[in-house]
């Protein structure tokens, strides 16, 4: 390694703290050291001691190693403060230090409005919160509201999905189609003085600059567009000249929903979107199904669990990695002049304003999403059972976890409690699958286990090998990379990744449960104790379930995965199986279930 020693902070450094001198000040950072605003809370009532021990604790959780990650996320939480020190000084007697804070005055605040629960993140962070008080915000609250939330049903949502993909395949091919003119005129072949030419001519002023040229400014600060350029843009003015290298703002809107119809994501995590890395490379001339790996972030999970991952595979029109490649495409110019102009972003969502910002930028970012899904709504046309159909993020990612079952980008308990048992259309069909459902899964169970199982294959032996490539029916050179653990998925080895019976074309990218229903997986004894133990999770799961999400999204892979594990094991030795399991038995299964493994 080249390069400097790095210099060691003097002795009795301590990072600058993000509270003021008064401590009721504070700055606000993100864990990129990015501004998310000032907090004042000089103006509100209670005494000194009180509000100074609060916002101490607002400014923990605000701070670069805080819980906090957005500034929308520090806005709110500021609100509920200073709401709550108002309350605490008109409370009889009044609320006048952490220590007396009772449970039954935090009950007296969140009994109006169940969403004030959020402030105990704040006062979880204080070590003088009595321990009754701290015993009751901690208590899991699983009471289902009912009738208050509804998903889309599958007409609407595949309406929904259509149009937002045909608007941004519309809006693909008209960008693709500025940025090759531009290219040509770059190039210099266009023809001197042609309608090609002089297009070509604004198209580089505009990647350049964001801005049409204006050549002449009145006294009052108007810009005008010379004669020559009105004549070229013609009707369409220069918001179609504008169109024709960047989206428009309804158009992110539609990009937007795209995303969340297939992968379900939060807004706040679509928001903030970096382009995602791509392998193949796109101009590596690589066959293979481009796969993009997408970075995701949702603070809310804290510090230590907010970033994550996800593999979204293109394999043709309508699939995830082929809208995520189209939403990449139709927002590149953006980055580029972007770049340009000396401000460089990878963020992933962008579009051109109708209008510049008074000293800002003539870009929007993802950060106002919710109204570019709001415009596209607008303008989309579409209709539902009681008139116009109005779309929503939060909504369309409750319909993807309803239509598609399991938990998506969220645990287990959450997928349970907030998305399926609170919404009026898992309830109304509920019914109608659990019969079917539990017999077919147990009746076919046996029949589907394809999965080869060598469970006297024990240990990185010669051995092994030769019992994995006989009983396995596989050539040696595979059966020493299955023992050696080298070919190894979440619950077992993968003998021919690239060739799946559940993939179309390229690689495998469905659940690793179905390697309990693939021909391709091969387990040995080292695989059995992190089978026995999801066997274990999954009876443990079905004991929380209602009936008919246990059918229609669990009962078969329990089904497969219970049959191997009766088959090759006694009740005795799957207890010394679950006693020898090892941290590295059970992240992996822990992983798959909590969906953190899908491609």
């Known amino acids: 390694m080249s390069g400097r020693r790095a210099t060691l902070s003097p002795a009795g450094y301590r990072r600058a703290g993000n509270l003021g001198a008064d401590g009721l000040v504070v700055h606000a950072v993100g864990q990129a050291g990015e501004e998310h605003g000032t907090y004042d809370f000089h103006g509100c009532p209670g005494p000194e001691a009180l509000k100074r021990d609060l916002v101490a604790a607002f400014a923990g959780c605000a701070a670069a190693n805080g819980r906090w990650g957005s500034a929308k996320t520090c806005d709110n939480y500021a609100k509920y403060l200073r709401h709550f020190l108002r309350f605490a000084a008109a409370c009889s007697p009044p609320v006048t230090a952490v220590g007396r804070i009772s449970s039954a005055v935090w009950n007296r605040w969140t009994l109006p409005d169940p969403r004030r629960r959020q402030l105990r993140v704040v006062l979880l962070e204080m070590a003088s919160l009595p321990a009754d008080t701290r015993a009751a915000m901690q208590a899991r609250r699983r009471a289902i509201r009912t009738g208050q939330v509804r998903s889309y049903t599958l007409e609407e949502f595949k309406a929904i999905r259509g149009a937002a993909g045909k608007t941004v395949r519309s809006a693909e091919l008209r960008i693709d189609e500025g940025a090759v003119l531009l290219q040509r005129w770059r190039a210099g072949q266009t023809q001197p003085g042609s309608v090609d030419a002089q297009w070509g001519w604004l198209l580089e002023h505009i990647s350049r600059t964001g801005e049409l040229p204006h050549s002449t400014v009145s006294t009052d600060g108007t810009r005008y567009l010379s004669r020559s350029v009105r004549r070229l843009l013609g009707a369409g003015g220069g918001p179609a000249a504008l169109a024709r290298l960047y989206p428009t703002y309804a158009e992110m809107g539609a990009a937007v929903v795209l995303l969340v119809c297939h992968e379900a994501w939060n807004l706040s995590v679509v928001e903030t979107m970096r382009v995602p890395e791509q392998w193949p490379n796109a101009d590596s001339g690589d066959a293979a199904p481009a796969i993009h790996r997408v970075d995701t972030d ?43 102009l000396g401000t460089p972003n990878t963020r992933l969502l962008w579009s051109r304003r109708a209008k510049a910002l008074e000293g800002g930028s003539v870009f929007a970012d993802g950060t106002t999403a919710e109204n570019a899904i709001k415009a596209w709504s607008a303008s989309a046309g579409l209709t539902g059972g009681d008139g116009p159909l109005r779309v929503g993020a939060r909504r369309l990612r409750r319909t993807v976890q309803v239509l598609y079952g399991g938990p998506r980008n969220n645990t287990v308990r959450t997928h349970q409690d907030v998305y399926l048992l609170r919404d009026e259309q898992v309830r109304e069909e509920a019914g109608q699958v659990v019969a079917a459902g539990l017999a077919e899964a147990v009746e076919h169970a046996a029949a589907r286990v394809r999965m080869r199982m060598v469970a006297d294959a024990t240990g990185v032996t010669a051995a092994a090998v030769r019992q994995v490539a006989e009983q396995a029916g596989v050539a040696a050179g595979i059966a020493a990379r299955v023992v050696a653990g080298r070919l190894d998925t979440a619950a077992a080895a993968c003998i021919d990744f690239e060739h799946s019976p559940f993939t179309v074309a390229g690689p495998c990218t469905v659940s690793f449960l179905l390697c309990f229903a693939c021909p391709n997986a091969v387990a040995t004894g080292r695989h059995l104790p992190r089978i026995v133990y999801l066997h274990k999770i999954l009876e443990t799961l079905r004991a929380t379930l209602d009936a008919s999400t246990w059918a229609a999204d669990w009962a078969g892979h329990h089904a497969r995965v219970a049959d191997l594990v009766h088959t090759h094991t006694t009740d005795a030795e799957r207890a010394r199986l679950l006693v020898v399991l090892t941290d590295r038995d059970r992240e992996p299964i822990d992983r798959m279930l909590e969906r953190r493994l899908d491609p």
């Open 298 to 340: 949702k603070p809310r999970r804290g510090p230590r669990r907010r970033h994550g991952s996800n593999n979204v595979v293109d394999v043709g029109e309508g699939s995830p990695g082929r809208a995520m490649a189209q939403v990449a495409a139709i927002t590149a110019q953006a980055r580029i002049t972007l770049g340009n």
